[in-house]
């Protein structure tokens, strides 16, 4: 992927979802109560370029809905009130997010031309039983045939995974997991499922229908999964809903919301390398590990669960961190 620039995101939430999927709040997610016009396309812009770096121009983002799903004449409303900003060169490019089975190459030729350059396809899972109970309304197949069209057309992909939606196991994530890597995104989002009050999943959740992953749960798969993307070199462009008050104010009532879970997944990953460098010939020792520049907190784990968690593993009297210019995620013990 390109390095990263500002992203101006406009919201355009549930605009063009021709289905309502169990798990689905974009107003609650996003904060945006209403759908987007281009009045508001041209805010956004124009409030983003006064934040951003002028030497760096941001790229605009629509997010929230499946854009390629609306009426045309929307799309081009939308898309015609960023070109002026285009053409001078004062916003890079544009990307959206959109679904499976609203994608072809009539559809990617017409973004081309209003300087769209990346597609995000909201895949979600790739076992179909598990898309059919959360009411997606397309298949592992329309996503792959999705991804392909995006590549073929010359756009950057990224691709959305959810963990933990009704009929889910961790098998069945890793499997979609494996399937990612096989269509080369340049970049995934990671989402563990939330439930949102007042969503056809709440329902379920509240009759006893659908047990929710934990955050505990969450972050043990989302470890396991983000390990198989790094070993396929794919970025993660994103893990775990961005937090925002409504969520962290009670919206969010029950499965893997965390304001950082991101950072207990990256914890959890130093915690593995950290494990497999012991054994039980170091009960009762002091053990003393190197980590990468920075990355003390992440191997010390959240109130330091990985150190309490190897010293009931291990008896060991003390756990302590040296940093070393190590590349990233690499954990070195070292030895008196």
Sequence with gaps: MKARRAIIPVFVPHLGCPHRCVFCDQRRVSGAQSPATARDVRRAVEEGLARSNPETPPTLAFYGGSFTAIPRARQRELLEAAQPYIRSGAI????????????????LD??????????ELGVQSMD???????GRGHTAGDAEKAAAHVKAAGFELILQMMTGLPGD?????????????????????????????????????????????????????????????????IPIVRLGLNPTDDLS???????????ALGELVLSRRYLTRERALLTKRDRG????????????????????????????EYALKTVKFLER?????TVERIIP
């Design 249 to 259: 104010a009670g919206e969010a009532v029950a499965g893997a919301y965390h304001p």
């Design 285 to 312: 020792a002091d053990i003393l590990f190197a980590v990468p520049p920075g990355r003390t907190s992440a191997a010390t784990g959240q109130k330091r669960a990985n150190i309490e968690a190897l010293k009931a």
């Design 169 to 233: 196991t961790r098998e069945k994530s890793l499997m979609t997991a494996r399937r990612f890597t096989e269509l080369s995104p340049h970049g995934v989002r990671l989402y563990p499922t939330v439930i949102l009050r007042d969503t056809p999943l709440y329902d379920l959740w509240r009759a006893g229908l659908y047990r929710e992953n934990t955050v505990e749960e969450a972050v043990d798969w989302c470890a396991e999964i983000s390990e198989l993307f790094d070993a396929a070199h």
């Design 92 to 107: 890079a490019d544009i990307r959206l997010s959109t679904r499976p089975d609203a994608v072809d190459a009539e559809t």
């Design 110 to 119: 017409f973004l081309r031309a209003y300087g769209v350059r990346t597609v």
């Design 128 to 134: 179909d039983e598990v898309l059919r109970l959360s």
């Design 325 to 329: 210019p190590l590349p990233d995620l």
